[in-house]
């Protein structure tokens, strides 16, 4: 009986994949179902975790105005972010993925540097850029754009601005990976019948790189979404998204079942965004 389980483990190949199924398994998954519990006790102001089981903490977080708008800023500022990223990242993988320049490795490099770089150090860098005293107010400011310095810090702006260059590396190293592995027969076939080079890009080079601008897409979202150093020191004590809402649910408020519930909420956000990216990804590669 042991040898056949293992003959269907080879030919499935859940043998190969045991082993990071094992380990997923113990550092993310079983930590993560110890909070169900927690997330369904009641809050005792004063106490701590209260005795019996209630869903009042999901019903507030999915009913509550303040929970919502925090909700719906998370969520706009990663889809905000990802078109960003996938506005700029493009352009630029593309031309790495095609360009034979000798700098070619050393631009690569300039892609890479901002990740080798601690990202409090880039965090804080990007405090003393957009400060009402900073670089770029004290620019604007003598170049006669405006009169004032223009609030850039603890708002929407300053993290969209910090968080789409954070996460714009991990979208460009994503679609030149994808990019240069397309069939250039297909573009060379596509201009031997006379289709121009905007032809060529928009109905053979773009649908046949669809995939990597999805997968460059959820990561950045996925990643956005659960930021929580900088939106923790550029959005300040006040302006608050999720994965802020959360640290300061569990280590400010000691509410360890509203935190563990919020937590819930956006891993399943994230799960169902990933599951919903996985089964178009299906559906496109079923197409072509």
């Known amino acids: 009986m042991s040898t056949r389980l293992a ?17 997923l398994l113990l550092v993310f ?24 089981f209630t869903a009042e903490h999901y019903v507030k977080a999915l009913t509550d105005t303040y929970y919502l708008e925090i909700i719906g800023r998370t969520l706009a500022l990663g889809l905000i972010v990802t078109l960003i990223c996938l ?23 300039l892609v890479v540097f901002p990740l080798l770089l601690n990202l409090v150090v880039r965090t804080f860098g990007w405090i003393a850029l957009l400060a009402n005293r900073g670089l770029v107010n004290d620019t604007l400011v003598g170049l006669g754009i405006v009169e004032t310095p223009v609030k850039l810090l603890f708002n929407f702006s300053g993290l969209l ?22 069939p250039r027969d297909v573009e060379d076939a596509a ?3 006379g289709a121009g080079w905007a032809t060529t890009f928009l109905r053979v080079t773009l649908p046949l790189s669809l995939p990597g601008i999805l997968a460059g897409s959820i990561l950045v979202f996925v990643l956005t979404v659960s930021a929580l150093v900088t939106p923790r020191l550029l959005g300040g004590p006040t302006y608050k998204v999720m994965s802020t809402l959360i640290y300061d649910q569990f280590l400010q408020l000691l509410n360890w079942p509203a935190g563990a519930a919020l937590s819930f909420i956006l891993t399943a956000i994230a ?18």
Do not use: C, D
């Open 191 to 193: 201009r031997t019948l």
């Open 29 to 52: 998954l079983l930590p993560l179902l110890a909070m169900v519990p927690t997330s369904l006790h009641p809050y005792i102001p004063g106490k701590g975790i209260g005795e019996g």
């Open 161 to 182: 601005i910090a968080l789409s260059h954070i996460f714009l590396p991990f979208m460009v190293l994503v679609l030149v990976g994808v990019i240069r592995n397309l």
């Open 7 to 23: 003959r269907r483990l080879e030919r499935s190949g859940l043998g190969l994949l045991s082993p990071p199924l094992v380990l």
């Open 271 to 288: 799960v169902g965004l990933i599951s919903l990216s996985s089964a178009v990804a299906r559906r496109l590669g079923a197409g072509a």
């Open 87 to 109: 506005a700029l990242g493009y352009p630029l993988a593309f031309f790495l993925a095609r360009t034979q320049s000798r700098w070619r490795p050393w631009l690569m490099l």
